[in-house]
């Protein structure tokens, strides 16, 4: 199955190109596209492969197109980093080769789940549609990146209370707070001065985006905590799910996580993994004349 992003003419292009390479070595099912709502009939199907064409934000919505089925995915990038995507433009044939002779290996990265439990006016609001037979589900989903409580663009700075595991550990004053997977320790975490984890461990990354104190600093939880964000003082804040879903909150709302029950699973050739990645696409442990390290 392919993902692709039908926005741009020369991702539709290659999709063509692809799938004419892949006619006499695969069953291709069909193709999703990125902004359109999945067909369902694809849905139903359980493909050996998904394969994205697009960078890291395709990738992303793939993630969440493909929900908790746990289908294999490899990226091929067309965007400007690729961290994610596990061939390029000028390897994809070798790669995809290589996957479909059985070298490759599947990482099982581990994924938030995240649900938004409004506070007392929103609940007062909700009994109101109840009475009008306007009743509004629960608002959840899954994250492969991170999961963001940020003051809104004109706001001013928020508090956010970090509970685990049902006990207060600390209030956050900034701009926000970020929770974070290893997968999404090289993207906004990485950027905020989070840690790097590597994308095999279970576990979080909690870091304060600006906070207005200097004892704060990015805590690392094990995965199977349970996590709740609950907005405490702030005019305007907004939730942000890997950069791509967004939902306003308000004082007194929390936004609970914990690990998904079911992994997001990354196809990639061995020697072309985490540390890999690293050093070739942000440069991180290169010597003082930027040399590569030799071993791998």
């Known amino acids: 199955m392919l993902y692709a992003d039908g926005r741009k003419a020369h991702v539709r292009a290659f999709s063509s190109e692809i799938t004419a390479w892949l006619a006499p070595r695969a069953r291709v099912l069909g193709t999703l596209w990125l902004q359109q709502e999945p067909d369902p009939a694809l849905l139903r199907t359980r493909p050996e492969l998904v394969i994205v064409l697009g960078g890291d934000g395709s990738i992303l919505g793939a993630a969440r197109a493909i929900g908790e089925r746990g289908w294999p995915t490899l990226g091929i990038n067309f965007g400007r980093l690729g961290f994610l995507a596990g061939a390029d433009r000028e390897n994809w044939r070798d790669v995809l080769t290589r996957v479909f002779a059985g070298e490759a290996e599947v990482q099982r990265r581990t994924r938030i789940a995240w649900t938004i439990e409004r506070g007392k006016d929103a609940a007062a609001a909700n009994s109101r549609r109840k009475r009008t037979r306007q009743v509004a589900g629960p608002i959840q989903g899954l994250a492969l990146n991170e999961v963001l409580i940020a003051r809104s663009s004109r706001g001013r700075l928020i508090v956010v209370q970090l509970e685990l595991d049902a006990r207060s550990i600390s209030d956050y004053r900034g701009d926000g707070l970020l929770v974070s ?10 950027a905020a001065g989070g840690p790097l984890l590597d994308p095999t461990l279970e576990a979080f990354s909690v870091t304060p985006i600006c906070p207005h104190q200097l004892t704060q600093r990015p805590l690392v939880v094990p995965a199977h905590l349970r996590i709740a ?3 405490i003082e702030g005019e305007q804040a907004t939730l942000s799910v890997d950069g791509q879903g967004f939902h306003p909150l308000r004082v007194g709302d929390a936004v609970h996580l914990h690990a998904a ?8 050739l061995p020697g072309r993994g985490f540390y890999h990645r690293l050093r070739t696409t942000i440069g991180w442990g290169l010597g003082a004349r930027g040399a590569q390290p030799s071993s791998s």
């Open 261 to 268: 029950a079911q992994p997001f699973c990354w196809v990639a």
């Open 229 to 231: 964000l609950r907005l």
């Open 181 to 190: 997977t290893p997968t999404g320790s090289t993207a906004y975490s990485l």
